[in-house]
């Protein structure tokens, strides 16, 4: 091989290199891996309870979350931020269908990441998946209302990541 | 003897030079498997609110006394009492500062009528009251609480009364402590 | 895809304040509740005695006539109370054919109602009126007996068991 020649194999293999690297970072771009969809900034109310007992909790299952396949098996964490924090806020994915769903998260203030949907598989097959977020909404007769404590507003982050 | 242009002078070691900075880039571009590798991550504002609820309840629509010769001693004026303890109140407040007051809705009972909270899993129970018109206290300091009590009547009546049916609508309310 | 999820967005929101909305206004909800609660008083009698039982001696002879002086006694009290209209108690005895006079009536009535009736002599086992114009009342009264004998009624014992009944008058 002349020189010539192996000087171009070589810049071809720096461009071959740089056009992965490339793709690998469009690929990698966080927008397009895992979004939340329908409601944006969905609002849980709850009105009724019962004599006696607790206050009537309410189901949520307005937004879901959308994630894509990736190279390596993965999972998707979910976390949460609550200042001031009165009542009670569960969240469970329903309908999945890639991966599985963890059993249902307590949000609570300030908690660390938790598992949301493991195993999800990076064989070929498929390109996303669209389940459901469920929140439960509760709270006793003691933690108050809203008028004399506040509404809570939780800040909830999803995290699709290797496992 | 002039050397060579380097492109052309000992193209071997080039060629190891210019290798190993190809593969390793494309080494980089390929996933790890390193646990903190993040692909994505999204996140939005869920609001919780919770209305104000302040609720009661009797566990049964109706209660009953009978008074009766068991309930009577000869010589004295005042017959009675008889007692009934079969039904409760339930309540659920999540207001702070709350309590339940009670009434009846008849201005002249022939007989004497009187109602006491027992046993509150919340709150205090206030003394026993002779009902009237007026609302009274019947059970205090129960804000943001939920429970229960038994709710106790008590009929008497004087000789001179005579016979008869009382009936009484009793109200139990939810008010500001 | 903008567009529609920024309507979505304005749709619950407006929901959210229509539901703060209603949420408010469920303050008067079940915020009291009531209870039928009947009181009945039926007719109610009742009687007591205060001394169950009692013994008259008749053991002393007038030395004037040699007749045999009466035996009384004032010890008991009878007790009552009725919330029936137009009452009246009545004595009676179960001796049928005494041999010996006994006479009962009420002394002292104290109470609300009532009147005594005149002295009776308990001379055979029917029914006899004690007290009167007993009304929605409770009272009280002592019990006065008056054991008499003639010579010729000889010397025995007898026994009366006496009944105080509150009636209808």
Same mark, same amino acid.
């Given at each position: 091989m002349t020189p010539q020649r192996r000087y171009r194999t070589l810049r071809l293999l720096f461009l071959i290199g740089g056009v992965i690297f490339v793709s690998m970072f469009l690929v990698s771009s966080a927008a397009a891996q895992l979004t939340l969809r329908g409601?944006?900034?969905? @609002? $849980?109310?709850? &009105?009724?309870?019962? !004599?006696?007992?607790?206050? /009537?909790?309410?189901?949520?299952?307005?937004? @879901? $979350?959308?994630? &894509?396949?990736?190279? !390596?098996?993965?999972?998707? /964490?979910?976390?949460?931020?609550?200042p001031s924090q009165s009542f009670h806020l569960a969240v469970v994915a329903t309908g999945v269908t890639r991966g599985v769903a963890a059993p249902q998260v307590n949000l609570i203030d300030g908690m660390l990441a938790v598992d949301f949907i493991t195993s999800i598989p990076s064989a070929a097959g498929w390109?996303?998946?669209?389940?459901?977020?469920?929140?439960t909404a509760s709270a006793a007769f003691s933690d108050g209302n809203s008028v004399e404590m506040g509404n809570d507003v939780y800040a909830v982050t999803y995290t699709l990541q290797v496992q | 003897m002039a050397r060579a242009p380097i492109r052309f002078r000992k193209p071997t070691d080039l060629n190891k030079a210019l290798v190993f900075p190809a593969l390793l880039l494309i080494f980089a571009c390929v996933p790890q498997g390193a646990s903190a590798q993040v692909y994505g991550t999204d996140s939005h504002n869920v609001t919780v609110t919770v209305a104000t609820v302040n609720i009661v309840q009797v566990s049964a629509g109706t209660a009953s006394?009978?008074?009766?010769?068991?309930?009577?001693?000869?010589?004295?004026?005042?017959?009675g009492p008889v007692t009934n303890s079969a039904t409760s109140l339930l309540w659920g407040f999540?207001?702070?500062?709350?309590?339940?007051?009670?009434?009846?809705?008849?201005a002249a009972p022939k007989f004497i009528l009187k109602v006491l909270a027992v046993a509150p899993t919340q709150g205090t129970a206030s003394p026993e009251v002779t009902l009237s018109?007026?609302?009274?206290?019947?059970?205090?300091?129960?804000?943001?609480?939920?429970?229960?009590?038994?709710?106790?009547?008590?009929?008497?009546?004087?000789?001179?009364?005579?016979?008869?049916?009382?009936?009484?609508?009793i109200t139990f309310t939810v008010a500001a402590q | 895809m903008i567009r529609r999820e920024r309507h979505i967005a304005t749709t619950a929101g407006i929901l959210a304040v229509l539901s703060l909305l209603s949420a408010t206004s469920a303050f008067g909800q079940q915020a009291t509740t009531t209870q039928t609660l009947t009181l009945q008083v039926f007719e109610t009698n009742k009687i007591d005695i205060s001394q169950r039982a009692l013994?008259?001696?008749?053991?002393?002879?007038?030395?004037?006539t040699g007749a045999p002086i009466e035996a009384a006694n004032e010890d008991g009290n009878l007790i009552w109370i009725t919330n029936g209209e137009n009452k009246k108690i009545t004595v009676a005895s179960n001796n049928a054919a005494p041999r010996f006079l006994v006479k009962v009536n009420a002394l002292d009535i104290s109470g609300t109602s009532g009147v005594a009736a005149p002295e009776v002599t308990l001379n055979d086992n029917t029914t006899k009126d004690f007290v009167v114009g007993v009304s929605r009342s409770w009272?009280?009264?002592?019990?006065?007996?008056?054991?008499?004998?003639?010579?010729?009624?000889?010397?025995?014992t007898e026994t009366h068991l006496v009944t105080y009944t509150i009636t209808g008058g």
């Open positions: 409601t944006a900034n969905p @609002t $849980i109310n709850i &009105t009724t309870g019962t !004599a006696g007992g607790s206050m /009537t909790s309410v189901v949520n299952t307005s937004s @879901t $979350i959308r994630y &894509t396949r990736q190279a !390596a098996i993965a999972k998707i /964490t979910v976390r949460a931020t609550c390109t996303t998946s669209t389940p459901t977020l469920s929140y | 006394l009978t008074l009766s010769a068991a309930a009577v001693t000869a010589g004295v004026n005042l017959m999540n207001s702070s500062l709350r309590k339940v007051t009670v009434k009846t809705n008849l018109t007026t609302a009274a206290d019947f059970l205090i300091n129960t804000g943001r609480s939920s429970g229960s009590c038994t709710i106790q009547y008590s009929g008497s009546a004087l000789a001179s009364a005579g016979t008869g049916t009382d009936t009484h609508t | 013994s008259l001696v008749i053991n002393q002879a007038s030395l004037e009272g009280k009264c002592k019990i006065r007996f008056v054991a008499s004998a003639k010579v010729a009624d000889g010397i025995g």
